[in-house]
């Protein structure tokens, strides 16, 4: 529950309890002393009791009632993660974001927020997004489009910024054609520089990710979790994963900015703009920066019809 590696837990009466509950099955098995694997044993059955609710959502996934991907690649569509508070109990499980771009002038549709299911703190970081595309791609000429972003299948509400990343990921993959892995989860919070931001719950987010992962196909070797570099001091992972790790059966990415992060996600070069402003040719920012062109002068074009129609 500490979530840092470099702290301790003062939260002694749940430590007490633990302890009780340890010793009671260090008595059952008729040991003198209680060992490791009775605290974890106790650990264990403290989570059986309490998450109804995680595995009720396992099932869901696992026979399609909850539309989710832990393998291939898909274009504007991505694997977010969330934390659920139970009060005793919290547990992280991936969901689907997906975005839509087309031609248009009303910049990013928050579809939670047009639902009125999207806290301040969400909206916010959908905010940011715009600031970074502008500044990005936008210093010459304005950026006419328009986006939408859903969470899938999210009918109790979203707040928070951890997801603004995998939001802009979302929207960098449908603007530049380029598939985004879809056996890699992402959480980070991003500012308007393409700076990656620590987040909360990323030992429940990375656990959710490994727990879907093993249970829909069996972990592949290639799976993870995409994290801020600035949460690793965070992971107290449990021993079942960190062994996966350690094996190679699955990953956790920690990233700075962006540009780091598509990389991973699209197997594509972010690319570097030089001096002129220009991206390499292939690159992931060179495609993006030629579909908003693209955009731009449909619009153009568009409202040059009007006008001429018009007169």
């Not at 009671?24 to 002393?33: E, F, H, I, S, V």
């Not at 890699?184 to 500012?191: E, H, L, P, R, W």
């Not at 094996?247 to 540009?259: E, L, Q, R, S, W």
Request: hydrophobic letters at 35%.
């Amino acid at each position: 529950q500490v979530s840092d590696q470099t702290k301790l837990s003062t939260r002694f009466g749940q430590i007490k309890d633990l302890l009780i509950e340890a010793d009671y099955w260090a008595r059952k098995d008729g040991a003198p002393l209680v060992q490791d694997h009775h605290v974890q044993q106790a650990v264990n059955q403290k989570i059986y009791r309490l998450n109804l609710v995680e595995e009720r959502l396992q099932e869901m996934i696992s026979d399609g009632s909850l539309l989710l991907d832990v393998t291939g690649e898909k274009v504007g569509q991505i694997n977010g993660l969330a934390v659920y508070d139970l009060g005793d109990f919290s547990f992280g499980r991936p969901t689907r974001i997906t975005v839509q771009t087309f031609a248009g002038r009303e910049g990013f549709i928050n579809i939670e927020r047009e639902a009125s299911m999207s806290g301040r703190t969400h909206d916010k970081g959908v905010l940011i997004l715009s600031g970074y595309l502008g500044a990005k791609f936008g210093r010459d000429r304005p950026l006419t489009l328009s986006a939408s972003i859903c969470f899938e299948q999210s009918y109790d509400g979203v707040d928070g910024d951890s997801a603004s990343s995998t939001e802009l990921y979302a929207i960098a993959s449908s603007l530049s054609g380029l598939p985004l892995r879809q056996d890699i989860a992402v959480t980070g919070s991003v500012n308007q520089k393409g700076e990656i931001q620590p987040i909360g719950g990323v030992n429940q987010k990375v656990e959710g990710m490994f727990d879907v992962c093993r249970a829909a196909s069996g972990l592949t070797g290639t799976q993870g979790v995409v994290i801020p570099h600035q949460n690793v001091k965070n992971l107290m992972l449990r021993d079942d994963v960190v062994e996966a790790i350690r094996d190679g059966k699955f990953h956790v990415y920690a990233v700075k900015t962006i540009d780091e992060g598509l990389e991973i996600l699209t197997g594509t070069a972010a690319g570097e703009a030089d001096a002129a402003g220009e991206f390499p040719e292939g690159t992931v920012n060179y495609l993006i920066a030629k579909r908003l062109g693209e955009l731009n002068d449909s619009m153009r074009g568009y409202f040059q019809g009007l006008l001429s129609n018009g007169s």
